[in-house]
């Protein structure tokens, strides 16, 4: 695990293996950024004409290393592009980008010490988050392949910042904090099906909350048959894993406002008897993404002691064809009492969650936000990189949106159009959960709010497209589970106990 912190020692004295600085692009190649000056007097000029020869542009993610020659106690420089300057500086999530690629580049390093343009402590914060992302990998299952493979850089050290700056200490703290649960988060979605069944995550929200400082309580299939919850368990009905409910239980003494969150937990995504086609099933251990983002978020909220009071719903199923399983046509009676006619058994998130904001509910939230790998349709709507936004409410969808944005966790508001809900009404029961094929992801989100209760501010997120990233890392974004929503869900919180929501 990577660990980061602060320094005031001059760039040129620090004792580590690498001392990072940046480059911006500029008229004629590039430009060294603010934090180098001292490397640069060290190198007397050389510096600029070594990179000019290496045809350095200072492109966002470039990479040089160049070795120090005795000029600084570290051996080598790295040099990292960090693209356009702009007149009022680098925004945090460009700052989160540089951390990443840094970290990527520092692989194998025991200490860098890094001397940056990081102006105040919310540029500190993003550059050690984007650290702190950008450093992870998931080696579990590595046995025979992990050779050669080098570990994540050991310690970063920031420096030009004085060690009592206690803005600045609290920044890295958050930093470490929020990263630490969002590769919980990436470590659940990874993860093999085989070895995370609802139980098995259960059981690792549980530990979770003995360490972070918050409650957990579980009910199983008993509990669940007992209490009614027809929506979790006609998904889990086909499956030899037992389907779970977890309630997570985070308090503050001076909070009045309360929050609910509720994650999508479907630990392996068959379809059903609605069996996926050939090719969709490899990546479907990812479509407890929603779950693994409340608990990263609800772990985060504990750990930093935020002023708000947050409930975590986990609604954890496993939807397997047999002979036990739900059939299209059958009809579930939710929790509440509302029955819902199955025509597609590959729309099984939004039949779990329903029972899981149903519950919420029962508690009085003033907001609550349900968070779910749920349709491919929203996919096609925003593409693999962002997540969409539903609300009853406007001003809290905005609101949400806003949060998402400062956090660096690209989203969009979308609508819910009301003529689509007569799409799902349904001949023999209170509603179907198939509805027009166009709008298919809006659909969704109609059947989830026909389960919000009244007086309740409620925004559903559709992360189906960033929660799982089949490409090659980049910035502090990592192929495979990316944790996204951890930190929006955060920034909500945050934004709550700040009165800016």
Known sequence: ????????TAALSLRADVLVIGTVKGEDGAVLAAGAESVAAAFDGRLTDTLSALDATGAEGELHRVPTFGAAKAPLVLVVGLGEQPADGFTHDALRRAGGNVARALAGVKKAGVALPLAGAEAIGAFGEGVLLGAYSFETYREKSRE?????VKDVVLLG???RDKAAKAAVERAAITAQSVNQARDLVNTPPNDLNPKDFAAIAVDTGKNAGFKVEVLDDKALAKGGFGGILGVGQGSASKPRLVRLGYTHPKAKRTIALVGKGITYDSGGISLKP???NETMKMDMGGAAAVLGAVAAVARLGLEVNVTGWLALAENMPSGTATRPGDVLRMYGGRTVEVLNTDAEGRL?????IT???????????DVATLTGAMMVALG???YGIMSNDDTFRGAVHDAATRAGEPAWPMPLPTELRKSMDSPIADIKNMGSRMGGGLVAGLFLQEFVAEGVSWAHLDIAGPAFHEGEAGGYRPKGGTGVAVRSL???????ADNRI
């Open 161 to 163: 910042v004085k060690g």
């Open 278 to 280: 050939a090719g969709a």
């Open 490 to 496: 955060l920034q909500v919180a945050q934004d709550i």
């Open 148 to 152: 050669g493979r080098k570990d994540a």
């Open 359 to 369: 519950r919420a509910c029962e508690e009085s939230p003033q907001m609550l936000i």
């Open 384 to 386: 693999n990189d962002m």
């Open 352 to 356: 779990v969650l329903a029972d899981a």
């Open 1 to 8: 695990m990577t660990t980061l912190s602060i320094g005031s």
